[in-house]
DNA sequence: TTGATTGCAAAGCGTTTGCAATGAG
DNA sequence: CTCATTGCAAACGCTTTGCAATCAA
């Protein structure tokens, strides 16, 4: 639970910008969090604090802290993006593309990737983000029920008549 | 470049769809393009074909497509949605946050993860889409420079005296 | 006839941008 | 003063939707 402050406030003087309240409030409300939050939740915490500030500094900050590598932004199709504290455990997702169940995968399942990547195509800063979507066996099931519904019905034992 | 045709237009009549001319065309498009397409991409192609296929024509067909697991969409922060055929290998991304290169990926790099999913979490039909993003060497050169440019020059061992 | 499909235009929605006002150095 | 930053409202761009017309079975 400290996070932030003055070393924080370097790090963006370092490079010309200032740590207004509104950046504070924006970074500190992601490190608090215990769980990826999007823009909208963002937006929504500070608002609590601050119901003055806008949605593009809002979008302003999170570009920046990105860029500063403060922050880390994953994406999940159909989602708004989110943001996690940079210094917290990555993590990637599983998602059932029919409940949308979503399971939060652990960065160790992609074992060194990163340091794989950057000896062989030499990048910088490497941040991954793995989307793996497919259908929970509880859908998979409910699938296959309807499958011989109404319409499909008849489908004996001997497959592949073509 | 033998593809579709017949065999596709059954897999859409069993699940009670019809393999229209504008579908086929979609459909077409993808699995003779040699790299994976945009959304904006298939409609010019179609509609050199056809200038008459609406652009909510080929969203729903894409959509339609994706669902039946005829295409692959990948997605890649900042940029429209793209698809590629399903039965062509698929591929994964490394970015440069900077000028934006992009590197393919084989799906090798990830080996037999979507079996380790499949078998932890008894997901089926998995797709799995990575995003890498970082500095390409050239990039990441150049920033270390524009660090020592024109402000910061003056980086003298103490600092930190506000 | 019935239900799927399409084109068109309008609506939706998240994100970005121009600009004047504010604030720190 | 000067330049970064913000709030507001307008602009944007991509995607979705309502609806009447069309087409296949």
Redesign the pocket.
């Known amino acids: 639970m400290s996070h932030s402050s003055n070393s924080t406030d370097e790090i963006?003087r370092k490079r010309?910008?200032?740590l207004?309240p509104?950046?504070h409030m924006i970074l500190s409300v992601i490190q608090e969090a215990n769980e990826h939050l999007s823009?909208e939740q963002i937006a929504e915490r500070v608002q609590q604090i601050n119901p003055?500030?806008?949605?593009?500094?809002v979008?302003?900050?999170l570009?920046l802290l990105k860029n500063l590598e403060l922050i880390r932004e994953g994406h999940i199709p159909g989602e708004?993006?989110h943001y996690e504290a940079a210094d917290g455990q990555a993590h990637h997702h599983l998602i059932c593309r029919r409940c949308r169940q979503t399971i939060h995968l652990d960065t160790a399942l992609l074992g060194n990737l990163d340091k794989q990547l950057q000896e062989q195509y030499h990048f910088h800063h490497l941040a991954l983000d793995l989307v793996a979507t497919g259908y929970c066996s509880a859908c998979w099931q409910a699938i296959q029920q309807e499958e011989q519904g109404p319409e499909n019905l008849a489908e004996p034992p001997a497959r592949q008549s073509q």
């Open positions: 963006l010309g910008y200032r207004t509104q950046r823009i003055y500030v806008s949605l593009s500094t979008y302003r900050t570009d708004q993006a």
